[in-house]
């Protein structure tokens, strides 16, 4: 844009260049069980969890399993989100067992589905992944202290414990 776009203008080439980026993934989200604003919200879920490219479709795979078995997502992004809302200067580093309680509707801990939006403007590559999910059986992950910035993931309560110990 230039400095004298006009507002209207601005908006004109935003709704432009959204309706390019989404027919070029119309079939996929029309083969995905989501609708568009579902797809960016958990995109944006997808790319909190992870920075790691490579990854995120794995991640997606594991939250879409979590969604079709009625599992809560239980997303730590999730809860950082819903606390900075209420205070914003707060720095997270850590989520405690403390923080999994408060109380909001975008707390995939305390609410199943996905949250009401996006927690974040997800970029191309996470929306991406998420029309483009690994299929798996994971529906655990915690994070790798072999591979820093990876997960490891679980089908089951047993192997996400051994994986969390690790980590512990």
């Known amino acids: 844009f230039y ?26 989200l029309q083969q995905s069980d989501l609708n568009q604003l579902e797809v960016i919200s958990l995109a944006s879920i997808v790319e909190s969890e992870t920075a790691k490219v490579d990854e995120m479709p794995m991640v997606a795979g594991l939250y879409l399993n979590r969604l079709k078995q009625g599992i809560k997502l239980q997303s730590d992004p999730t809860v950082i989100y819903s606390i900075q809302q209420d205070y914003p200067d707060t720095v997270i580093r850590r989520v405690f067992f403390r923080d999994l309680v408060y109380d909001s ?34 529906i655990f992950m915690c994070a790798n202290p072999e591979k820093p910035g990876y997960h490891s993931f679980a089908t089951n309560l047993r192997g996400h414990n051994r994986n969390r110990d690790k980590y512990i």
């Open 105 to 138: 509707p975008y707390n995939t801990y305390l609410n199943k589905g996905l949250p009401p939006g996006p927690i974040r403007i997800p970029n191309a590559k996470a929306i991406d992944a998420v029309l483009n999910a690994e299929k798996h059986r994971y």
């Open 3 to 28: 400095w004298n776009t006009s507002a209207e203008a601005c908006l004109e080439r935003m709704i432009k260049e959204n309706d390019k980026f989404w027919s070029l993934r119309k079939d996929k």
